[in-house]
C-alpha cells in the first residue's frame, strides 16, 4: 500500500464535510484521516448490513457514506 491513494481519501473526506454543511473544514489533514477512517468505517457498517458495493464506484460510495457517519458521530459527541 502506498501514498497513491491519499488524494482520493482526502477527496471523500471533503465531500463528505460538505454534504453534512461543516462550515470551518477540517484542512488537508483532517479531510485525509476522515476518508481513512470513514473508508474503514464504511467497509464495517456495509460489511455488517450485508452490502456488497464492488468495483471503484462501490469503493468510492462505500468510503464516502462511512466518512459522512464518521463526521455525523463526531457532531453528536461535539453537541454533548
Not at 497513491?4 to 465531500?15: A, N, S
Not at 485525509?32 to 448490513?49: N, Q, S
Request: aromatic content about 6%; overall charge positive; charged content about 10%.
Amino acid at each position: 500500500m502506498g501514498f497513491d491513494h491519499i488524494p482520493g481519501d482526502w477527496r471523500r473526506g471533503r465531500l463528505a464535510g460538505r454534504n453534512l454543511g461543516e462550515r470551518g473544514g477540517s484542512g488537508l489533514l483532517g479531510n485525509i484521516v476522515v476518508g481513512v477512517i470513514g473508508a474503514v468505517l464504511g467497509g464495517f457498517v456495509f460489511g455488517l448490513l450485508g452490502i456488497s458495493a464492488g468495483g471503484l464506484i462501490g469503493s468510492i460510495v462505500t468510503a464516502t457514506a462511512g466518512a459522512a457517519l464518521l463526521l455525523f458521530l463526531i457532531g453528536l459527541i461535539k453537541k454533548s
